[in-house]
């Protein structure tokens, strides 16, 4: 697939250019598919994104991988890695999309990322943002001065100069003969937690590379981060989130956990990264949060290097304690650093997305159904007991059982609580999210 990188200094409009091509062909398209990417975060001030951020904009000319990235020669201390990140994006780029400011004067920044581009030998596509009226163009004359084609005026306030930027970013892609790519799906995985447990440092190790800047401050993530990845035959999307906290300390980070929340109900599979010297509730509540989507989740606890052979019991016993209520759910000892048990997140995740999309046969169902309400006392109201006549599975992902009765009212919490039980041990279910639902029939009626 084509790709094309957005490049510019801190607050020139890059994540606004990037939300604007991707929602534009969204808005043609319908909404995005699983896979395609989600917007980015953005804010009137510097260095909001540090990462690189991926989604995929389809058009009638074909479809390409649009890449955002953190602001070049920011000044503080994510400036380097910074850096590092956009010439590995740039090495593998078709198209490089220079952003610059058109209302404001050059800056020095502006010469350093054109004297950077010029380095990387790749084509690029010099797009003047935040040109609100068409009068602004006569001033772009300055911008000749960086010394690439004429700029592409556009303006994401007011939807201005968009048909001609997609159109100019076709004209400058190589063409490919005979280029077919089949549409697969990925299975998502997000990954989620408190802040500084270990999310961003488990993506690195899974890629081989530091594709997400870590630190030890909290926060470093400041967006939701998609990445694709293929192991074992499959493929993956991988989305490593902003560490979740109640109490969010800027406008930023309370964007970056909101994106985290909408995440956990676009993936597939949930991974509930736990570091095992601070966990709580929080993770407890996160946990539930997917369940209740009806997500599959995997306890992933990371950091497992820095416990020794002699605490790691106790450790595990804490764990266990902490996390009662999860038992259930598969639970990974992960080391980031070691690279331990991290193949396994794939191989759970694979397990865990096909046992969410079994279907039974409606026969085998009603097989089960007398055995369950023989096996315990049926609720009775004023005489009248609850009958249950018909059970049948009309969706996946999640599993979900419709139980024909008698009075659905008559279903207490007790009995519900019973069959949830029958359902995850005999068809194999406890690991995954189930609904079940309870619909009224009158005995002897169709």
């Not at 690189?52 to 074909?62: N, Q, T, Y």
């Amino acid at each position: 697939m084509y790709r094309v990188v957005i490049v510019g200094r801190p607050n020139v409009g890059k994540s606004s250019l990037f939300n604007r091509l991707l929602g534009k062909n969204a808005a043609r398209e319908g909404a995005p598919r699983p896979g395609q990417g989600r917007y980015a975060v953005v804010a009137d001030q510097p260095g909001v994104t540090r990462d690189l951020k991926e989604a995929e904009v389809e058009s009638e000319r074909g479809c390409f991988k649009l890449i955002d990235t953190g602001g070049l020669w920011s000044g503080d201390v994510w400036e380097k890695k910074i850096r590092a990140k956009v010439e590995r994006a740039i090495r593998d780029a078709d198209l490089v999309l220079f952003a610059v400011d058109g209302r404001a004067d050059l800056a020095p920044a502006d010469f350093e990322v054109a004297d950077f581009l010029r380095r990387q030998k790749k084509p690029v596509l010099l797009v003047a943002t935040k040109v609100d009226d068409p009068k602004h163009e006569n001033y772009l004359g300055d911008l000749y001065a960086l010394g690439f084609d004429t700029a592409v005026p556009t303006s994401v306030a007011h939807s201005r100069g968009f048909d001609e930027l997609e159109e100019a970013i076709w004209e400058r892609l190589p063409v490919r003969q005979g280029e077919s790519e089949p549409a697969v799906v990925p299975i998502r995985l997000a990954i989620v937690g408190r802040p500084n447990a270990g999310k961003s440092s488990l993506l690195n190790a899974i890629l081989g590379e530091e594709r997400v800047i870590v630190s030890e401050m909290p926060g470093t993530t400041r967006d939701a981060i998609d990445v694709e990845f293929d192991y074992g035959g499959n493929k993956f999307l991988l989305v490593d989130t902003a560490g979740i906290r109640r109490h969010p300390e800027t406008n930023v980070e309370e964007m970056a956990i909101r994106r985290s929340h909408e995440v956990i109900l676009d993936s597939d599979i949930v991974l509930v990264v736990v570091d095992p010297k601070e966990l709580g509730d929080f993770e407890m509540k996160l946990a539930n949060e997917a369940l209740e989507a009806g997500k599959p989740v995997i306890v992933t606890v990371t950091k497992w290097d820095l416990v020794s052979k002699e605490e790691a019991k106790k450790v595990r016993a804490d764990l266990s304690l902490k996390l009662s209520h999860l038992e259930h759910l598969p639970k990974l000892y992960v080391s980031s650093v070691t690279g331990q048990n991290l193949h396994k997140l794939f191989s759970e995740s694979v397990r865990l997305y096909n046992l969410a999309r079994i279907r039974f046969e409606t026969s085998e169902l009603n097989r089960f159904l007398p055995l369950w309400t023989n096996a315990t006392m049926m609720p009775n109201f004023k005489g009248k007991p609850l009958k249950l006549f018909f059970l049948t599975q009309p969706e996946i992902a999640p599993p979900t059982f419709v139980f024909f009765c008698n009075y659905p009212e008559f279903v207490t919490r007790a009995f519900e609580g019973f069959l949830r039980n029958r359902i995850g041990e005999d068809l194999g279910l406890r690991e995954i999210p189930f609904r079940m639902v309870f619909r009224g029939r009158r005995e002897g009626k169709e």
